[in-house]
């Protein structure tokens, strides 16, 4: 009789070890799953601000011609608002493509001359994901004298 004791009291010991081991993985599994998603908004963060840098020198580089600066960045032009607009679609591992296939979007809305400074070209650059979720979104100004 006593050796089965000792193997019940063994066996209820393991169960009670796997639970534990079950309750620690299950924690170390959420953890682990947002350390993944932390990271990967990260990365969407970090290359929407080095396409939005990019598109800020394009426009700098062009004087503020938002047809030109479109070319440069590979997108197209339109309106919005009664403002010049240059778009560039980009797909989910951030290589440029059309409207089909996109996930992210970069917009550049060129602004009007100011009054007081007519010589200054002004914008805003948005990089969104086509959800609507907004990753980057900043003003840029530019004199309107081409960069040599």
């Known amino acids: 009789m006593n050796q089965r004791s000792r193997s019940t009291l063994f066996l209820i010991e393991q169960l009670i070890v796997i639970a ?3 309750i620690c993985s299950a924690a170390c599994v959420r953890i682990l799953a947002s350390a993944y998603l932390t990271a990967r908004e990260s990365k969407d963060v970090v290359n929407a601000i080095l396409i939005a840098e990019s598109g800020a020198e394009s426009y700098k580089a062009t004087a503020g011609d938002i047809g ?5 960045l590979g997108g197209v032009t339109g309106t919005a608002g009664g403002a010049g607009e240059a778009v560039v679609y980009y797909d989910k591992q951030w290589k440029i493509c ?3 296939s996109a996930y992210y979007v970069f917009r550049l809305v060129g602004g009007k001359p100011d009054a007081r400074t007519p010589s200054l070209s002004s914008g805003e650059i948005f ?3 086509l959800t609507g ?3 980057v979104s900043f003003k840029v100004a530019v004199n309107g004298q081409p960069a040599t």
Do not use: N, R, W
């Open 20 to 22: 534990v081991f079950a």
């Open 68 to 72: 030109k600066t479109a070319d440069i």
């Open 98 to 100: 059309g409207i089909d």
């Open 127 to 129: 990089v969104e994901k």
């Open 133 to 135: 979720e907004s990753l």
